[in-house]
């Protein structure tokens, strides 16, 4: 039972475009949510995350969209770049468990 | 600063076998975790360290995998056994503690991926 759920594999843009990558959860008691990258070959590294008190959450090219009702969240690139492909995860924590749940990620591949 | 330091980076063994892992997590990072990423998957949380002590070890198959943090700094996570199905990547973090806040400053190893034959 996916707790957390990210239903697209692979998403490819174009250079200058926006990247949109979607995460859905099911626990209600989740209350914090983050977002990874990660390069091949290498360990996955913190990008931004949001609180459940928040619905939006902006760092430079970086936005996280939290809609709470839908348990659906976000993360918009703006511009993307040929830097931000990539494996991307969404994780959440909350409810009493000090752990983060991952989603399976979505492939980012920015196109020039 | 250095990051997390994690190897062996590769290793390929038969089943059967026994296979070590060994994490240096960030000085000062009171917290290490182990985590297992299947191939396609998300990482998965095998078991948690606060110190030297393990406070969450409920998704560790305690029948083959054992871990150890010995004074509190550097881990070994320990399959003997090995079977089939444990070819993945073992990511080692460690994060200043366990609070939520601190998510943020959990930091990852670069994974050893073990292939069993």
């Known amino acids: 039972d996916q707790q957390v759920k990210q239903n697209s594999p692979s998403l490819s843009v174009q250079e200058g475009r926006i990247s949109i990558l979607n995460c859905d959860y099911t626990?209600?008691?989740?209350?914090?949510f983050l977002w990874y990258k990660k390069y091949p070959a290498e360990g996955p590294t913190f990008l931004i995350s949001?609180?459940?008190?928040?619905d939006k959450n902006e760092d430079g090219r970086f936005t996280v969209f939290l809609n709470k009702s839908a348990k659906h969240l976000s993360l918009h690139i703006v511009p993307s770049q040929p830097g931000d492909s990539a494996v991307y995860f969404c994780a959440a924590s909350g409810g009493g468990s000090e752990k983060l749940v991952f989603g399976k990620g979505t492939k980012l591949t920015v196109n020039p | 600063e250095a990051g997390v330091v994690q190897s062996p980076r590769y290793k390929i063994i038969e089943k059967k076998q026994p296979v070590a892992f060994w994490c240096n997590p960030i000085s000062g990072h009171n917290t290490l975790y182990w985590y297992r990423q299947n191939l396609g998957q998300g990482p998965e949380l095998l078991i948690r360290?606060?110190?030297?002590?393990?406070?969450?070890d409920s998704q560790l198959p305690k029948d083959r995998f054992s871990a150890e943090r010995l004074k509190g700094v550097d881990s070994t996570l320990k399959i003997q056994p090995a079977e089939l199905g444990d070819s993945a990547v073992y990511l080692c973090?460690?994060?200043?503690?366990?609070?939520?806040?601190?998510?943020?400053?959990?930091?990852f190893g670069p994974g050893t991926r073990l292939l069993v034959l």
């Open positions: 949001i609180s459940s008190i928040k």
């Open positions: 626990n209600s008691m989740f209350d914090y």
């Open positions: 973090a460690s994060s200043l503690d366990r609070r939520a806040s601190a998510w943020e400053t959990q930091y």
């Open positions: 360290y606060e110190n030297e002590e393990a406070v969450d």
